[in-house]
């Protein structure tokens, strides 16, 4: 059997953060940046809080059968809840959308890829 890949796109609305909270999330800003943003299995904050108070968690992670994404989207919103709470920082919203990139269409450059390696 093969390995999946999945990417979940877990987002949300900080809700009412303190001052505090909020000097320190800008602050550490530039490294949750979205210009930086990849899928990772710990879980990959980005945020702009100059444009809006909401944020987007992407994760990376596996499993063996198509049903397994179900398991790694509630994974996924757990830890991204947990990373929150853990933190003090208010939410609301928390939404998940998932992807199995073994199901996702082929771009032009990898079907061609794809077909010069068959044939």
């Known amino acids: 059997m093969t390995t999946r890949t ?16 909020l ?3 800008r602050s550490r800003a530039a490294e949750h940046d979205v210009l ?8 990959h904050l980005s945020y702009d809080l100059d444009a809006r108070a909401v944020f987007t968690f992407r994760f990376q ?3 063996e059968a198509e049903e397994d994404i179900l398991e790694a989207a509630d994974r996924a919103e757990r830890s991204a809840r947990a990373w929150l709470d853990d933190r003090g920082y208010g939410h609301k919203n928390l939404r998940s959308q998932s992807e199995d990139l073994s199901q996702a269409p082929l771009g032009k450059r990898r079907r061609r890829a ?3 390696a068959t044939g």
């Open 61 to 63: 992670d596996t499993g």
């Open 36 to 43: 930086h943003a990849s899928f990772t299995p710990e879980g």
């Open 6 to 21: 999945f990417r979940i796109t877990v987002r949300g609305v900080f809700d009412g953060l303190t001052p505090e909270q």
């Open 114 to 116: 794809a077909r010069s």
């Open 23 to 25: 000097a320190e999330l």
